[in-house]
């Protein structure tokens, strides 16, 4: 079966970094996407990995290893605006997105 | 506006009833794709459109689930005779191209269906 593993929760503080992990087990790999939700509302785009490395975007940055499965969203200089769930997602051999639980995170001034 | 809309964002329905949600994407968008979210889940594939075409179905969970797209904008999910498993956020997205590229989807804000 096809799998995405994030961790449930996690908290951090202001201004601090985080590291959210995803692993997957995918039938095919065709890229891998990072998502924020805040509560009630629809998830909005981050970030974009197909090759293995680092895509930094501002205080965003997605890391990619395919041979091992796994991804990192990081973020640095934490806000409180911050405060969302992130997703991971992967599209498979069928260009088909699966999705991550998402893990959500907690700000703390 | 510019953004990916959904109506109704909210929907109350009797076991039994029939609903039918809307979803205007992002204009010149190929593709169309719906998902439901529970809550403290994430999204789970339902069905994709390129154009007016519905090319993957797979997801939805029953025959009472149907989906169109005439005229290659504006689709329409209809449940029939909702059952309470029903109940969840309803999520339509649309990107810029076909599956197979890297573009990313734009998200509406949800259709939240309860059924009682």
């Known amino acids: 079966g096809q799998n995405i593993d994030q961790p449930t929760e996690m908290t951090a503080t202001e201004g601090a970094i985080v590291q959210i992990n995803c692993t997957y087990q995918?039938?095919?790999?065709?890229?891998l996407f990072w998502y924020q939700q805040h509560a009630g509302e629809a998830p909005t785009f981050l970030s974009y990995n197909v090759l293995d490395g680092l895509e930094e975007k501002g205080r965003f940055s997605s890391f990619l290893s395919r041979s091992k499965g796994y991804s990192y969203l990081l973020l640095k200089e934490l806000q409180m605006k911050d405060s969302a769930s992130y997703l991971c997602?992967?599209?498979?051999?069928?260009?088909?997105?699966?999705w991550g639980a998402g893990t959500k995170l907690i700000i703390k001034p | 506006g510019a953004g990916v809309s959904q109506s109704p964002r909210y929907k109350v329905a009797k076991r039994g009833q029939d609903v039918a949600l809307r979803c205007d994407p992002i204009s010149g968008h190929v593709s169309l794709f719906w998902y439901q979210q529970a809550l403290g889940q994430g999204p789970e594939f339902l069905t994709y459109f390129q154009n007016e075409a519905q090319l993957d179905k797979s997801g939805l969970p029953s025959d009472r689930f149907f989906a169109e797209r005439p005229e290659g904008s504006v689709s329409t999910l209809k449940i029939q005779r909702t059952q309470q498993e029903d109940s969840a956020v309803y999520l339509c997205a649309s990107s810029l191209a076909f599956v197979d590229g890297s573009y990313e989807q734009y998200f509406g804000p949800g259709t939240r269906l309860t059924v009682t």
């Open positions: 997602a992967v599209k498979d051999s069928n260009y088909q997105l699966i």
């Open positions: 995918t039938s095919g790999f065709n890229g």
